[in-house]
């Protein structure tokens, strides 16, 4: 079972940390203030949670699969999702397949799969990492942030946390991304089961892009003087759309 930890009481959030990252990452936030039962997971390969797949090929199905069986050793019957970047992509799938899955929040991510040119990229890095996976630990980490002297702790810490983990494991979430699904048409669809959170200096994903696949502004926070870690970068604002986003748990 994967490596998970469980605080507070009230209605359930789960959350779903991003590539390269643990559970660690949401201690940035003071998620207590919400009122919730939250919990916190390492997805495979990440933290404390070991990579069980043995199939030929990697998938955020498993990653998926792997999630709800902690939620059902939990006994969770109605919950939330936050997930960052690859987070939210797990968490789209859950979504997907368990009907009492009520919000999904999309911290720094999209919902749509990747284009031809991403897919060549991430098959270049699952070549980098087997060779030498510290190039680009060090390289990716710090593309993240938008103002690097800021961050200069975190950024170490997050180095560190990547590089426990192995190059196998890098690899099959890099491949399983390249892979994933398309929910453009569920959150067109369905904006007020969805809610988006994105940095204005975010690099991997554009806020144009964002705006021109979703339905309604409403469901797009855009978070100032920020880039792809919203909630080390800006944890004050993000907080604020969490309540608000939650607010019918208080």
Request: aromatic share 8%.
């Amino acid at each position: 079972m994967l490596n998970f930890r469980v605080s507070g009481e009230g209605k359930t959030i789960v959350f779903l940390h991003g590539f390269l990252e643990s559970l660690t990452m949401w201690d940035y936030l003071p998620l207590g203030q919400l009122g919730s039962r939250n919990i916190f997971i390492d997805l495979p390969g990440h933290g404390k949670s070991p990579l069980t797949d043995k199939s030929e090929h990697a998938s955020l199905e498993f990653m998926a699969d792997e999630v709800i069986a902690v939620l059902a050793h939990l006994e969770v019957a109605e919950f939330s999702i936050v997930g960052h970047s690859m987070g939210a992509y797990v968490g789209l799938l859950i979504k997907q397949k368990l009907e009492f899955c009520n919000l999904l929040v999309l911290l720094n991510s999209n919902f749509w799969c990747d284009n031809e040119q991403k897919k060549i990229d991430r098959l270049r890095v699952v070549k980098i990492v087997l060779k030498a996976k510290n190039i680009f630990v060090n390289e990716a980490i710090p593309n993240l942030f938008w103002k690097l002297e800021l961050h200069k702790d975190e950024i170490k810490k997050l180095k560190e946390e990547a590089l426990k983990m192995s190059s196998e494991a890098i690899a099959y979430a890099t491949l399983a991304m390249r892979d994933r699904k398309d929910f453009s048409k569920e959150i067109y669809q369905n904006p007020s089961d969805y809610v988006l959170i994105h940095g204005t200096y975010d690099k991997l994903v554009s806020i144009s892009d964002l705006e021109s696949r979703i339905n309604s502004r409403k469901q797009l926070h855009i978070i100032t003087n920020a880039g792809h870690m919203s909630h080390i970068e800006n944890s004050d604002e993000i907080m604020e759309v969490l309540k608000s986003s939650f607010n019918c748990f208080n």
